[in-house]
Nanobody
Framework: QVRLVESGGGLVQPGGSLRLSCAAS????????IAWFRQAPGKEREALAA????????LYADSVKGRFTISKDNTLNTVFLQMNNLAPEDTAVYYC??????????????????WGQGTQVTVSS
């Protein structure tokens, strides 16, 4: 059974950092594009970052470029999202998703095959 499980969310003060984890089971990350998304109340889901397991290619949305870093650990079958300098507008439910396919500059617009259940991130003082 294919599963993605996010963890690492929580409450953090503005300017703080969090590292989210996306643990995959039932499949290996090889040949998959893994992406992080978020959705705030009343807003559309937003693609944030993606990584390709075969060659470590990464791509970021402009809204998080320079603040967020996506990475992976193949031995753990896990993808991470390091989030720094967080602001209240980063408050959202964060999801990871997987797509079996090739890398392209359009990865943030792919229709992803598998999704996790999400983890809440709240940035507030």
């Amino acid at each position: 059974q294919v599963r993605l499980v996010e963890s690492g969310g929580g409450l953090v003060q503005p300017g703080g950092s969090l590292r989210l984890s996306c643990a995959a089971s039932g499949f290996t990350l090889d040949s998959y594009v893994i992406a992080w998304f978020r959705q705030a109340p009343g807003k559309e889901r937003e693609a944030l970052a993606a990584i390709y397991s075969l060659n470590d290619n990464t791509l970021y949305a402009d809204s998080v470029k320079g603040r967020f870093t996506i990475s992976k650990d193949n031995t753990l079958n896990t993808v991470f999202l390091q989030m720094n300098n967080l602001a209240p507008e980063d408050t959202a439910v964060y999801y990871c998703a997987a797509d079996y396919g090739a890398w392209s500059v359009h990865v943030l617009t792919y229709i992803y095959d598998y999704w996790g259940q999400g983890t809440q991130v709240t940035v507030s003082s």
